[in-house]
């Protein structure tokens, strides 16, 4: 079993950038696929962004493509998520959350077994 922590969430001006942590412990990072979700109240889970156990295969939501960058360093066994030219549609609270297995499905929330406490990002204009 893994427990996750994120970290890094906090206020910025629509345009800036943040750079969110997911400290895993317990397991290795390897053992598992590793997602990024956001939810907002009253509203259903967002897929953002995911990485495969091996660090070679990424997925990422359109409306994120290309400002966002998921990435993990095995050795400090830590996911990060690299959020630039953020806008106010962005704000929301974080997770991330780790599944043993289910690539094909990244994208769902379902997929997950261990998940973090979350941490908040609010983007002003």
């Known amino acids: 079993q893994v427990q996750l922590v994120e970290s890094g969430g906090g206020l910025v001006q629509a345009g800036g950038s943040l750079r969110l942590s997911c400290a895993a412990s317990?397991?290795?990072?390897?053992?598992?696929?590793i997602g990024w979700f956001r939810q907002a109240p009253g509203k259903e889970r967002e897929f953002v962004a995911a990485i495969r156990r091996t660090g070679l295969s990424t997925n990422y939501a359109d409306s994120v493509k290309g400002r966002f960058t998921i990435s993990k360093d095995n050795a400090k066994n830590t996911v990060f998520l690299q959020m630039n030219s953020l806008s106010p549609e962005d704000t929301d609270v974080y997770l991330c959350a780790a599944g043993p297995s289910g690539w094909d499905s990244s994208t769902n929330y379902r997929a997950y077994v261990f998940w973090g406490q979350g941490t908040q990002v609010t983007v002003s204009s």
């Open positions: 317990g397991r290795t990072v390897v053992n598992y696929n």
